[in-house]
């Protein structure tokens, strides 16, 4: 993993992007508004399972071992996943969740983690909303329920690292996609060889980092 950063760090930078202003909200009260975008791939639904998991476990550790040093720190979730994105220049796009995270960089930046209750009872009424309607989890299943299946449940919460650490993953490998469809669609156009050669060398760049992300996460590889 250690390794993989190092090298998103050195060739992987999202182009900062405006931020969208339709908005996902999961209340009756709010009308559902979904964002219009002409990409085969968005990344709004990755962003709602980001700020899910913010705001459950925000104020959750978990332990990073480093096998090069054969030490581990604690690290609080929200503080893994604000200062993991922001080290790539990644933006949120969606406005609601844009706030929520721009909210947990700022009371992190006061060395604070804020408890879900701050967001449920935040006057901003479309944060409020939001922040309720992601805290009821749909995927609440009771121990009874179970028990008579005899299925074994895993929780995310029972790994957190992995849990939040794959999350992560997946929306930089959703960028990547995107980012791929960006140069295809430039390298169809009529371009100078100076720059098609630079595309192809990203391409490629890119490629290898998202080859590295799919390993990590066992995922099919499918263009």
Not at 16 to 29: A, L, T
Not at 47 to 70: A, C, M, P, V, W
Not at 145 to 151: G, M, V
Not at 153 to 169: R, Y
Request: hydrophobic content about 35%; some cysteine; charged content about 35%.
């Amino acid at each position: 993993m250690n390794e993989l950063n190092k090298l998103i760090r050195k060739k992987f930078r999202q182009k900062p992007s405006e931020i969208i202003d339709e908005e996902v909200f999961y209340s009756s009260e709010f009308e559902e508004e979904t964002i219009p975008t002409t990409r085969l791939l968005d990344t709004s639904h990755l962003e709602k399972e980001i700020t899910r998991i913010l705001l459950l476990y925000g104020n959750r550790q978990f332990t990073i071992n480093d096998d090069e040093s054969e030490s581990s720190i604690d690290i609080y979730v929200a503080s893994f996943i604000i200062n993991d994105l922001k080290a790539d220049d990644i933006k949120i796009t969606t406005k609601t969740y844009c706030k929520i995270f721009d909210l947990y960089d700022l009371f992190i930046s006061r060395n604070e983690i804020p408890k879900e209750n701050y967001f449920i009872a935040h006057e901003d009424k479309k944060i409020s909303t939001t922040a309720t309607d992601l805290l009821l989890s749909p995927y609440y299943l009771s121990p009874n329920w179970e028990l008579k299946q005899k299925i074994l449940t895993t929780l995310e919460e029972d790994d957190l690292h992995k849990t939040v650490s794959h999350l992560v993953l997946r929306l930089k490998d959703k960028i990547l996609y995107i980012k791929f469809d960006e140069i295809e669609n430039t390298l169809k156009q009529d371009i100078d060889d100076k720059l098609r050669t630079k595309l192809q060398e990203e391409y490629m760049e890119f490629k290898k980092i998202s080859m590295k992300i799919n390993n990590i996460l066992g995922s099919v590889i499918t263009r």
